[in-house]
Antibody, heavy 124, light 113 residues
Framework: QVQLRQSGPGLVKPSQTLSLTCVIT??????????WNWIRQSPSGGLEWLGR?????????DYAVSVKSRITIDVDTSKNHVSLKLNSVTPEDTAVYYC??????????????WGQGTTVTVSS | DFVMTQSPLSLPVTPGEPASISCRSS???????????LDWYLQKPGQSPQLLIS???NRASGVPDRFSGSGSGTDFTLKISRVEAEDVGIYYC??????????FGPGTKVGIK
């Protein structure tokens, strides 16, 4: 059974860097038929895709335009985890952050596994 | 960019009765491979979203058959044939045609009358 376990601080000061980690069990971060996504949910409930890491013989990283200048997604294959860094945060970055797997074997199968979510508040 | 809308935004339901949620995309979600890249997710209170339906009508593993998805192009519907109390939560549609850039609808909150 694939599980995604998130960790990271729940409080970040404005202008600092938000850092979260998503540890994958039951699957490999380097699996060719999966993409590892970061999504956030604002306090009003809206879901926003932030970016993903995707391995297809080499690593590819894609980011949402809204955060492209501030975001870095990285992968540690030895620890089987994917990480999110968002720098220069403001209170507008306050949200619940999720990692999630998109699976596409023979065909697209949707975002079938989600982490438990991490509530991040940006405040001094 | 794709804009996703849903209606209604709030849906009181009676257990045992059917329910239906509509999702509309600003652009067609029909891929050249013949599939519509539209998913449905349910976020139960206090939980992470969970996949219900992918590619417009494919139920995810373990999803009860009272849930069904239909539609094509820009208009999609999620139907619950007989609502159960455990079905309460917020339902989101999501387009995946523009993958990796995924876009969610605003959500439909389903509650018991």
């Amino acid at each position: 059974q694939v599980q995604l376990r998130q960790s990271g601080p729940g409080l970040v000061k404005p202008s600092q860097t938000l850092s979260l980690t998503c540890v994958i069990t039951g699957d490999s971060v380097s699996y060719n038929n999966a993409a590892w996504n970061w999504i956030r949910q604002s306090p009003s409930g809206g879901l926003e895709w932030l970016g993903r890491a995707n391995y297809r013989s080499k690593w590819y990283f894609d980011y949402a335009v809204s955060v492209k200048s501030r975001i870095t997604i990285d992968v540690d294959t030895s620890k089987n985890h994917v990480s999110l860094k968002l720098n220069s945060v403001t209170p507008e970055d306050t949200a619940v952050y999720y990692c999630a797997r998109v699976r596409a074997d023979a065909y697209y199968k949707g975002m079938d596994v989600w982490g438990q979510g991490t509530t991040v508040t940006v405040s001094s | 960019d794709f804009v996703m809308t849903q209606s209604p935004l709030s849906l009181p339901v009676t257990p045992g009765e059917p329910a239906s949620i509509s999702c509309r995309s600003s652009q067609s979600l029909l891929h050249s491979d013949g599939y519509n890249y539209l998913d449905w997710y349910l976020q139960k209170p206090g939980q992470s979203p969970q996949l219900l339906i992918s590619l417009g009508s494919n139920r995810a593993s373990g999803v009860p058959d009272r849930f069904s998805g239909s539609g094509s192009g820009t208009d999609f519907t999620l139907k619950i044939s007989r609502v159960e109390a455990e079905d309460v939560g917020i339902y989101y549609c999501m387009q995946a045609l523009q993958s990796p850039r995924l876009t969610f609808g605003p959500g439909t909150k389903v509650g018991i009358k």
